[in-house]
């Protein structure tokens, strides 16, 4: 069987129709090999069809400009030259000619060329659309391949090429943005007063990553920050940005945009959750009038538990030469126990708040230390290092430290397990996964802008807004509607389909130590089902689960959720989450 397309071009209502045929193909016996199609055949179809009607489309635009619109003499030819413009199926070498303008009206240039006018882009906006998408993704080469296999591009696309449009794409959205301000707070408490009420909390978690850097001058630079976030409005669903704060220079602006977004109303309650990092700290000053920026207690369960599992491996000091200094082992063992104690009620003071209690107890701890400790070299002294380190964390948060419990059984979010899920899900898969990525900051910088919006789904609609003619539709549009869930699943963010974790436990489970809750505080017992309300009604408000399909744990407090979110992708243990590098170790500090 012998198989011809042909293609019927009428230029208009009253021409002839022209037929051609541009394609041919053979079939023998059926069989599933040689069911219809096959790639390659259709890659040619493709192409065929597309240098037809692209000629055809050529030459009726270069009619219609042939003539002077003003006096109707056609335009003298002066040259041809031939323009390259890459389309999905195929590169175009499009024969370009350069016309004389007309002497009946002054132009500034003496020659024109219609087509270059046409057709100021070298690359059609929908292939550069999928470069820019399939990028967002996966590494460029691996998008290179993709766009190959199955697209009858011509000439083959580098990985070059695929990063340098991609930076091209995230390079117009940069300069989209609008200036950078001290405060984005523009109305008055009477103004805020008039307005309508406002939705539930806007929840934003805040937290960053580091990936490798491709200029390494020494072991210290081998890498650098990436903060990454995550906005949830209390309905519809969430929408992730990221930046690299050593890079940019509108990073307020940038969070600002992304609540706006969201439908951020300027009397309406955002919550930012952050691991109390230096560098992010004053990000939310002013952004919002009612803004509260707390510090998240999935960061503080993480810290507490490397002190807990340092303190385990506490023992006994060896008898000192010192006869003054000389510890008695039973003094050791009770303050051994001791110490572990106080990491226990720590964790306890902690989640009620309880800034001053807590902060007595570090120095209990740092005390106890400092006698057990016999020199640098171990445990005792590694644990006290640690323990220094909370207490400067402690003092540098203390007024963004809430009462947890009281939070967490009102249903408002207290932690953003679900940032360290944003910050895997926006720079460890695509940045970080493979260790021989190394990364410039503008080009980390860029690359989050397109993934971030690749990942919100918003990248086709920046394509709509440059290009009116733009007609690609995103397949997973119609996902996403299904995916923006309301109320409950709001923490189910629409790309991270994993099943939605636990709600968060209190320390120590449902136990209060003997004599340290305050009254009427116990965090066990009013949780009813997973909604937080009674068993068999709903909950009137959004609770904080964990849904990263990595996340097993849900929110579990001191859970090693960064440790298990890492080994799932081969980050590195120390370097690529920030907190787990603080908390781990000086040495892996002194990395970055
Ligand atoms: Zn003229």
């Not at 503080?300 to 538990?305: A, F, G, L, V």
């Not at 701890?365 to 207490?391: M, N, S, W």
């Not at 990248?459 to 440059?466: I, K, S, T, Y």
Request: glycine share 8%.
């Amino acid at each position: 069987m012998k198989i011809t397309v042909s293609v019927t071009i009428q230029a208009d209502d009253a021409a002839p129709a022209v037929v051609s045929d541009v394609f041919t193909f053979e079939r023998a016996t059926l069989g599933p090999a040689s069911l219809g199609l096959h790639l390659n055949e259709a890659k040619d179809l493709l192409s065929a069809v597309q240098e037809k009607m692209v000629d055809e489309q050529v030459q009726v635009a270069l009619a219609e400009a042939a003539t002077c619109p003003s006096c109707g003499a056609a335009h003298r030819h002066k040259d041809t030259r031939a323009d390259v413009v890459r389309t999905l199926f195929g590169v175009l070498r499009l024969a370009s000619p350069r016309w004389w303008h007309c002497r009946c009206t002054p132009a500034s240039t003496a020659t024109f060329s219609p087509l270059a006018e046409l057709l100021p882009e070298r690359t059609t906006p929908e292939l550069l659309y999928l470069e820019a998408k399939f990028a967002g993704l996966v590494s460029y080469g691996t998008s290179a391949k993709l766009l190959a296999e199955v697209l009858p591009l011509g000439r083959p696309l580098h990985a070059t090429a695929i990063r340098l449009h991609a930076q091209a794409v995230a390079q117009r959205l940069e300069d989209e943005l609008g200036e950078e301000q001290f405060s984005f707070i523009d109305t008055c408490p009477a103004q805020r007063a008039e307005l309508p009420r406002p939705d539930l909390p806007i929840v934003v978690g805040l937290d960053g990553g580091y990936v490798h850097c491709a200029q390494q001058r020494s072991r210290r630079d081998g890498w650098f920050e990436v903060i990454a976030g995550k906005a949830m409005p209390a309905t519809g669903r969430a929408s992730c940005f990221g930046f690299v704060q050593t890079y940019d220079t509108k990073p307020k602006r940038r969070l600002f945009e992304a609540l706006r977004a969201q439908g951020m109303a300027a009397n309406q309650q955002v919550t930012f959750l952050t691991d109390g990092g230096e560098d992010i700290r004053d990000l939310p000053l002013y952004l919002n009038a009612q803004a509260e920026h707390l510090l998240d207690w999935f960061h503080i369960t993480m810290r507490i538990t490397v002190m807990t599992n340092m303190a385990k491996s506490l023992r006994l000091p060896p008898p000192s030469a010192d006869p003054d200094l000389e510890l008695s082992p039973e003094t050791a063992a009770e303050l051994i126990s001791e110490v572990r104690e106080d990491l226990r009620r720590l964790k306890w003071f902690l989640w009620h708040g309880n800034v001053f209690r807590a902060l007595t107890t570090v120095d209990g701890l740092i005390g106890d230390l400092e006698i057990l400790q016999p020199d640098d070299e171990r445990e005792p002294g590694k644990l006290l290092t640690a323990v220094h380190e909370f207490d400067s964390y402690l003092r540098a948060n203390a007024g963004r430290i809430p009462n947890y419990g009281e939070r967490h059984r009102a249903g408002e979010a207290i932690s953003t397990a679900f940032t360290e899920s944003a910050v895997n899900q926006v720079i460890s898969k695509r940045m970080v996964k493979k260790q021989q990525m190394r990364w410039t900051p503008r080009g980390a910088h860029l690359l989050l802008q397109i993934r971030t919006r690749v990942l919100n789904d918003q990248l086709a609609n920046d394509f709509h807004r440059w290009h009116p003619g733009f007609t690609h539709c995103s397949p997973d549009a119609e996902d996403l509607a299904d995916a923006a869930q309301p109320s409950h699943g709001f923490f189910r963010s629409p790309f991270l389909r994993g099943p939605a974790g636990r709600t968060a436990e209190p320390p120590g489970g449902r136990t209060v130590p003997e004599g340290r809750g305050r009254p009427g505080s116990d965090p066990g017992v009013d949780r009813g089902g997973p909604g937080g309300g009674p068993p068999g009604r709903a909950c009137p408000r959004p609770r904080v689960v964990c849904t990263a399909e990595e996340c097993r744990g849900g929110l579990n407090p001191g859970a090693s959720a960064v440790a298990e979110v890492l080994s799932h992708h081969g980050a590195p243990a120390r370097g690529a989450y920030r907190g787990g590098a603080h908390a781990s170790s000086g040495a892996a500090n002194s990395r970055h």
